[in-house]
């Protein structure tokens, strides 16, 4: 069965910084692209960042590029998103995916975390 756990998430003021890790239970781990989403309250979920397989590649929503930062240890089956000069925009669940195929933009994701909270104070 497959499973994806985040962990990290928890209470920052505004400019931390937080290093979130989503430990995933797929055998076949370095085949899936893998990212993160978040939602904010009273917000349809939306796309932060994507790594390639190899890990060799990435790309970031907007809203977080230049800030925040996607990782993964294939070895570990683990994936990073180190998040730093936070915001309170920055407040959220965030949840890791995985995909089985494909690559870029509109990506459809096949497994999903549970998500852990982010809340950035002013």
């Known amino acids: 069965q497959v499973q994806l756990v985040e962990s990290g998430g928890g209470l920052v003021q505004a400019g931390g910084s937080l290093r979130l890790s989503c430990a995933a239970s797929i055998p076949t781990f370095s085949e899936h692209t893998m990212a993160w989403f978040r939602q904010a309250p009273g917000k349809e979920r939306e796309f932060a960042a994507q790594i390639s397989r190899p890990g060799d590649n990435a790309y970031y929503a907007r809203s977080v590029g230049g800030r925040f930062t996607i990782s993964r240890d294939n070895a570990k089956k683990t994936i990073y998103l180190q998040m730093n000069s936070l915001k309170p925009e920055d407040t959220a669940i965030y949840y890791c995916?995985?995909?089985?195929?494909?690559w870029g933009p509109g990506l459809k994701y096949d497994y999903w975390g549970q998500g852990t909270q982010v809340t950035v104070s002013s």
């Open positions: 995916a995985a995909a089985v195929t494909g």
